[in-house]
């Protein structure tokens, strides 16, 4: 097993299906990680890509849900990514599961010298940093999975797009007051894109949403039902505690 230089804790992840290890400091996982593997709707003998996958949590999730399923983990900091070929390894998904070194943004060359090929992959999965760079963490790891400088969304998603097949889908977890610029950032590339709102408790506005969007499809954008993450006793929902415990599916298509 890899050794990082930072203190780590394990911590459980879908009830204890998986137990990941991760830094006690800078960025950690949570509920965003679970609901992206769940929305993302890979199946048995395809190959999904997470970008910025951190210690692997979403695409960890991903890979024990979907047996079958070969996932590639994409991380810039290569502590993290030691932790997360590591995760891999303690919970036997090493033999479907790779981890590659690489900033989202590095060049076509890089990519295909790792074995990642324009127009290859049938799903791409992504939590892009998505906070303003302002009072940014003096922690630079938690700045780095965080902060959003100009123009990150777009190199994102001009990634996703280089690397999806036609008709290949890209799935994401994005502010929900940023919605209108995820919106335009996808429209010249994608379509089909389905919007799922979250929201963390019924009458409170959506803090997060979930979006697919389908590589050079014409299919119209649709709006669905939200997710409620809890009660109005902080209890949570049942469907909240499907997904969040269980690994249930997240349906991103219009009933």
């Known amino acids: 097993m890899a050794a990082v230089a930072d203190p780590t804790s394990e911590d459980a992840l879908l009830g204890g299906k998986l137990t990941l290890r991760q830094p006690l400091r800078g960025h950690r996982f949570g509920h965003d990680a679970v609901l992206l593997a769940a929305a993302t709707s890979a199946r048995k003998g395809e190959h999904a890509i997470e970008l910025g996958a951190g210690v692997g949590a979403a695409g960890l999730a991903l890979a024990r849900r979907v047996g079958g399923l070969t996932v590639t983990l ?56 998505f906070n303003a760079p302002h009072n940014p963490s003096p922690d630079q790891a938690r700045r780095l999975a965080h902060a959003a400088s100009p123009g990150t969304l777009s190199r994102w998603i001009d990634t996703a797009a280089r690397l999806l097949r036609p008709q290949g889908v890209l799935t994401l977890i994005w502010r929900a007051d940023g919605l209108t610029g995820l919106v335009v950032a996808l429209a010249s590339g994608f379509g089909a894109i389905a919007i799922l709102p979250v929201y963390p408790k019924p009458g409170a506005a959506a803090i997060r949403v979930l979006v697919s969007a389908a590589k050079t499809s014409n299919a119209p954008l649709s709006l669905l039902p939200g997710l409620v993450l809890a009660d109005s006793d902080n209890k949570p929902s049942a469907q909240a505690d499907a997904i969040l415990r269980d690994g249930a599916a997240l349906v991103l298509t219009a009933p």
């Open 74 to 129: 994409i991380e810039l900091d290569p502590d993290l990514a030691a932790l997360a070929r590591e995760n891999a390894a303690r919970n036997a998904l090493a033999e479907r599961v790779r981890v590659v070194c690489l900033d989202v943004a590095a060049p076509v060359a890089q990519f295909a010298d790792a074995g990642l090929a324009r127009d290859s992959v049938d799903h791409v999965l992504m939590n892009p940093p």
